[in-house]
């Protein structure tokens, strides 16, 4: 049974930055893609972005492009995102997540069906 | 970028009711759209992938209909476990509409 089991959470003063990681274990790492997805307090969920391990490549969403570095540790099983420039609307819950199946539909930053436990990541000064 | 566009916001029901929610794509995905269903507190869980595929362990009630930018999701006699927020995510650039909140 494949988890996925992230680090615990964060407070962080404005203009810093914040790594937060996911550990697969249970399953195989590299052959899925790795989602990250956040949720601010009452809002909706918001794809940040996400990896493929086996190929070492990133892909993100606009808005973040420029603030978000996913990257992923193949011995350890473990994908990070790290947030930098924090402001208060960075407050949120971040998940990391993946699909179960395999083949070329892990490949895709969708359908995800295992998902972290979520990182609280509150911003304040 | 692809903007996902969930109607209605809220829809409140009855137990036993037809629930109907709907997901419109600002571009054609093909048939690449998900649902996924989130309660307070917890993650989201995918019901529906492809737009019309169950997840495993998903209740038949739920189904998924649609393609190019219109899709539906339908939960025939709404149990009392379904009321929570509903969202739907396509495959192209992996937006996530605003999602629907299901209530009583």
């Known amino acids: 049974q494949v988890q996925l089991v992230q680090s615990g959470a964060e407070v962080k003063k404005p203009g810093s930055s914040v790594k937060v990681s996911c550990r697969t274990s249970?399953?195989?790492?590299?052959?899925?893609?790795i989602s990250w997805v956040r949720q601010a307090p009452g809002q909706g969920l918001e794809w940040l972005g996400g990896?493929?391990?086996?190929?070492?490549?990133?892909n993100y969403a606009q808005k973040f492009r420029d603030r978000v570095t996913i990257t992923a540790d193949e011995p350890t099983s473990t994908a990070f995102m790290e947030l930098t420039s924090l402001r208060s609307e960075d407050t949120a819950v971040y998940y990391c997540?993946?699909?179960?199946?395999?083949?070329?539909?892990?490949?895709?930053?969708?359908?995800?069906?295992?998902w972290g436990q979520g990182t609280s990541v509150t911003v304040s000064s | 970028e692809i903007v996902l566009t969930q109607s209605p916001a809220t829809l409140s029901l009855s137990p036993g009711e037809r629930a109907t929610l709907s997901c419109r794509a600002s571009?054609?995905?093909?048939?690449?759209l998900a649902w996924y269903q989130q309660k307070p507190g917890q993650a989201p869980r995918l019901l529906i992938y492809?737009?019309?595929n169950r997840a495993t362990g998903i209740p038949a009630r739920f189904s998924g209909s649609g393609s190019g930018t219109d899709f539906t999701l339908t939960i025939d006699s709404v149990a009392p476990e379904d009321f929570a927020l509903y969202y739907c995510?396509?495959?192209?650039?992996?937006?996530f509409g605003q999602g629907t909140k299901l209530e009583i």
């Open positions: 997540a993946r699909r179960s199946v395999g083949g070329e539909d892990a490949t895709f930053f969708y359908a995800m069906d295992i």
């Open positions: 249970g399953g195989t790492f590299t052959t899925h893609a």
């Open positions: 990896i493929n391990p086996m190929y070492e490549t990133s």
């Open positions: 571009q054609f995905v093909g048939r690449f």
């Open positions: 492809d737009t019309s």
């Open positions: 995510q396509q495959r192209s650039t992996y937006t």
